[in-house]
């Protein structure tokens, strides 16, 4: 006859039920976290194209408007409500300049470093709504632009960072590059910017307008297009790579109130580079009594390599710092050559965050010219 053990059927029991309900435990918990997965996905795909949302609101005034749109975010008309979700998007476009040389007379500045192969092109008309429910510009009249009598637009090249002259827009530069100390160190030497033998023009430069009767105008100059040495003040031209080596901890200047002597093309006509900016009227033929001057645009572009032949050197670009000088110390912010569009949006517990930066694509119907005798 057999003999039970008191209560291990109690035992078997609860060891059995124990068992079940720890697989019960695994299962809902592997359930919560499922539906936790599937709920962050649904939460992550609506704040992406509630994100791109504003990204897309932002791409769509800058095209309809053009160069040189600045919205803030400070009116509600840059929110973009998703009541569905119950989410909000801001979006924002910056497309001028938001930094002042507050060092000197608080002029709207640039700071940036002019890159191998890159054609750096700065507009000088622009849309100047505030608000993205403004109607964009209908007549020329309305569009933003400097007062080029009075307004003077100055362009300086550098060695090296160090050399620019501190503002709130250098700070900007250096946050944004983070260079090392020593990265432009070899533009203070024997640098031959990728020919060892002959001495070439390193920089090439224009000033580009719409004449009322006569169409596209492009200024540039006639001074140093041989090379044959930089003059400094009116007599500026050309940029040549050993005008970088001689200019130690100065700079290479191009001032709109110069009289700095170049040709109007088409045509071939000569001007002077005041003359141009100011459009003065019966001053030379390239404008008649009657006509208006509008849509300029600057053009910059490096024509050279940045690397040294002998040392293997290389330099990441050249420095240079970009001015429009306004008497009464109220700047006059003008378009940048890229613009960025932000858009943020906040759901629950999730928010994010786009930026993108843009180049911008500026053109006044007109090839750029580059003519050498």
């Keep these: 006859m057999k003999t039970k053990e008191a209560g291990i059927s109690i035992f ?12 019960a435990f695994a299962t809902l918990t592997s359930i919560a976290r499922s539906i936790d997965q599937a709920s962050n996905i649904q939460r992550s795909t609506q704040l992406f194209f509630a994100s791109e949302s ?90 933003g632009e400097p007062n080029r009598i009075n307004d003077l ?55 580009t307008r719409k004449n009322s009767v006569q169409g596209v105008q492009t200024f540039i100059p006639v001074n140093n297009q041989d090379c044959s040495g930089y003059i400094s003040g009116a007599g500026a031209g050309y940029i040549c790579e050993d005008d970088i080596e001689v200019i130690a901890t100065g700079d290479l200047r191009v001032t709109t109130s110069d009289p700095l002597p170049g040709k109007v093309l088409p045509g071939s006509k000569d001007t002077s580079l005041d003359y141009f900016w100011d459009c003065l009227a019966g001053a030379d033929e390239t404008v008649r009594l009657g006509e208006t001057c509008s849509d300029y645009q600057l053009t910059i572009r490096p024509l050279l390599k940045f690397n040294d032949t002998v040392s293997g050197a290389k330099v ?26 932000v858009s943020d949006v906040a759901l629950e517990d999730f928010s994010q965050r786009i930026e993108i930066e843009i180049p911008e694509r500026t053109s006044i119907g007109a090839f750029d010219y580059v003519i050498f005798d």
Excluded: C
């Design 12 to 23: 078997i029991s609860m060891g059995t039920s124990l068992l079940v309900l720890s697989l």
């Design 54 to 143: 504003g990204a897309e609101a932002a791409f769509f005034h800058h095209n309809s408007r053009g160069p040189g749109t600045n919205f803030t975010g400070a009116n509600t008309t840059q929110i973009i409500a998703h009541p569905s979700v119950n989410a909000n998007t801001n979006w924002t476009i910056q497309g001028r300049t938001s930094q002042v040389d507050n060092a000197i007379n608080n002029d709207a500045t640039i700071v940036d470093i002019l890159k191998e192969g890159q054609t750096y092109k700065i507009p000088f008309q622009w849309d100047p709504a505030t608000n993205p429910g403004e109607l964009p510009p209908v007549n020329l009249a309305d569009y």
């Design 153 to 207: 637009l100055e362009i300086r090249f550098f060695q090296t960072p160090a050399d620019i002259p501190s503002s709130a827009a250098k700070d900007d530069f250096e946050a944004r590059y983070g260079f090392q100390a020593d990265a432009f160190d070899p533009l203070q030497g024997s640098f031959d910017f990728g020919d060892s033998v002959d001495e070439d023009i390193l920089i090439d430069w224009s000033i």
């Design 316 to 341: 990441p670009g050249i420095p240079f710092q970009l001015k429009l000088q306004v008497p009464g110390g109220i700047p006059t912010h003008f378009p940048l050559n890229t613009y960025t569009v």
